[in-house]
T-cell receptor, first 111, second 111 residues
């Protein structure tokens, strides 16, 4: 069974710091990796996706992928209180259209 | 550019009843996926529709069924409701196998 693991947190960081969110996955055939942000009571919002090993930067967000270690991470630089949310890691594999999600990591940015 | 829309926003049903949830995809998207999100969990894949056919199905019983219309909108039907079906039901749309974007969700409560 394909699994995606995340530390449930909560992860607390001071405003302006770097928040580091981690995710591991069990299926070596996984090809696409996504980070969604979900505010309490709202639906998930896509913030980053990465398909190749290495880093991908978009504004304050950097996604990192290491397929050999089956590990994907999200860095949030200059964290703001508005970044406080649950971050969901999602993975899809070759020949599969579904996203498999982790349980999410709750991030709290302290002013 | 309209995003993914879902109706209704909230729904209360009793055990044994049937429910229909509706989804309109983002403009330009042709694929609709449905997910169930229980409290404190990541979304779980129910099924995906493309070209009016169910393309892939997750580990959900036959009580869960769906349909996609020629305009790409979709319905999720759940029969013989159980208390455990209480959850946030999320619709996500994509262009083919591209990135999936979620609608606001339908909160279903089964009493």
């Amino acid at each position: 069974q394909k699994e995606v693991e995340q530390n449930s947190g909560p992860l607390s960081v001071p405003e302006g710091a770097i928040a580091s969110l981690n995710c591991t996955y069990s299926d070596r055939g996984s090809q696409s990796f996504f980070w969604y942000r979900q505010y309490s009571g709202k639906s998930p919002e896509l913030i980053m996706f990465i398909y190749s090993n290495g880093d991908k930067e978009d504004g304050r967000f950097t996604a990192q992928l290491n397929k050999a270690s089956q590990y994907v991470s999200l860095l949030i630089r200059d964290s703001q209180p508005s970044d406080s949310a649950t971050y969901l890691c999602a993975v899809s594999g070759a020949g599969s259209y579904q996203l498999t999600f982790g349980k999410g990591t709750k991030l709290s940015v302290i002013p | 550019d309209a995003g993914v829309t879902q109706s209704p926003t909230h729904l209360i049903k009793t055990r044994g009843q049937q429910v229909t949830l509706r989804c309109s995809p983002k403009s330009g998207h042709d694929t609709v996926s449905w997910y169930q999100q229980a409290l404190g969990q990541g979304p779980q894949f129910i099924f995906q529709y493309y070209e009016e056919e169910e393309r892939q199905r997750g580990n959900f019983p036959d009580r869960f069924s769906g349909h996609q219309f020629p305009n790409y909108s979709s319905e999720l039907n759940v029969n013989a409701l159980l208390l455990g079906d209480s959850a946030l039901y999320l619709c996500a749309s994509s262009l083919g196998v591209g990135e999936q974007f979620f609608g606001p969700g339908t909160r279903l409560t089964v009493l």
